[in-house]
């Protein structure tokens, strides 16, 4: 799942401590990666991800409850 995406890296890995502390209760930091990606348009993105999950359904849950949280999150492949 994407939870966020950032123009610098040191804004994701700023981001990613930020989504840790604010849902402790479904991830930690070490949970979260950063994976860079060509976005249309934009250019070079830093991606915080999480996953595997063992499904698309498993993702798409654990997005709604992230969601409830007030954050942001898509489910897909962590490279999409």
Do not use: M, Y
């Not at 040191?10 to 930020?18: C, I, L």
């Not at 654990?62 to 999150?73: H, T």
């Amino acid at each position: 799942i994407r939870l966020a995406a950032f123009l610098e890296r040191d804004d994701a890995a700023r981001g990613r401590a930020k989504i840790a502390a604010a849902l402790s209760d479904f991830f930690t930091e070490t949970d979260l990666a950063i994976r860079e990606a060509d976005a249309p348009g934009v250019g070079r993105v830093h991606r915080v991800v999480a996953g595997p999950l063992p499904n698309r359904a498993a993702a798409n849950a654990l997005c709604a409850a992230v969601r409830d949280r007030g954050a942001d999150c898509l489910p897909g492949a962590p490279d999409q």
